[in-house]
């Protein structure tokens, strides 16, 4: 089994930055998936940055502003985000998982809240 413990979130201005942590514990085998989404008020959840074997992809919205990073070997992934805006407030979760669709698992979620 997986955990998955979020850390980072807050309130901040927009043009402000914040950098999400999620610490996993647990066995690792066969995960090749480390990801981030978020999920605002009245909203789907949706893919906001994701690593699959090393290639990183971003949401459109988020191109440009958010960084994730990290790695399956330390047992943990970030969430850089700079020029916040107020569409970016969601509760943000982790996911581990992997292509085959036989493991996932995710965080508890961490709250961002921009101001205007």
């Known amino acids: 089994q997986v955990q998955l413990v979020e850390s980072g979130g807050g309130l901040v201005q927009a043009g402000g930055s914040l950098r999400l942590s999620c610490v996993a514990s647990?066995?690792?085998?066969?995960?090749?998936?480390l990801a981030w989404y978020r999920e605002a008020p009245g909203k789907q959840r949706e893919l906001v940055a994701s690593?699959?074997?090393?290639?990183?992809k971003y949401a459109e919205s988020v191109k440009g502003r958010f960084t994730i990073s990290g790695d399956k070997a330390d047992k943990v992934i970030y969430l850089q985000m700079d020029s916040l805006k107020p569409e970016d407030t969601a509760d943000y979760y982790c996911?581990?998982?992997?292509?085959?669709?036989?493991?996932?698992?995710w965080g508890q979620g961490t709250q961002v809240t921009v101001s205007s």
């Open positions: 996911y581990f998982g992997n292509t085959w669709g036989t493991r996932h698992f």
């Open positions: 647990g066995t690792l085998v066969s995960i090749n998936i």
């Open positions: 690593m699959t074997n090393g290639d990183r």
